[in-house]
């Protein structure tokens, strides 16, 4: 869904070890630029669904229950470009898993 909205991940760091701490503390933000189009409700659900204690994390009648899934959203991707973020993304990914 982070990718969908947005066009990047939703943790970003060029050394592999760094990434893997970052999901494990849950260390993400919306900063980036292509973030500041997306609804409040859809980065609600997003954080809501990214806490790393399980017990914490909504559950799935928690998730069907959420605003930005039962409000009438027409808007999926704020940014207009994510398809091509997402191409560019996965092309460095790609790059950088080769070396």
């Not at 943790?11 to 409040?40: C, M, Q, R, T």
């Not at 930005?68 to 470009?81: E, S």
Request: proline share 6%.
């Amino acid at each position: 869904m982070f990718i969908i909205l947005s066009g990047t991940p939703p943790f970003y760091h060029d050394d592999n070890f760094e990434l893997f701490d970052l999901i494990k503390l849950g260390k993400y933000n919306f900063g980036a630029p292509v973030w500041k189009d997306i609804s409040k409700e859809a980065k609600d659900l997003i954080s809501k669904l990214l806490v790393v204690d399980p017990e914490k994390r909504l559950k799935p009648e928690e998730i069907r229950q959420h605003p930005w899934i039962t409000g009438d959203y027409k808007k999926v991707c704020g940014h207009l470009n994510c398809l091509c973020d997402m191409r560019e993304w996965n092309t460095k990914r790609k790059e950088t898993t080769d070396q």
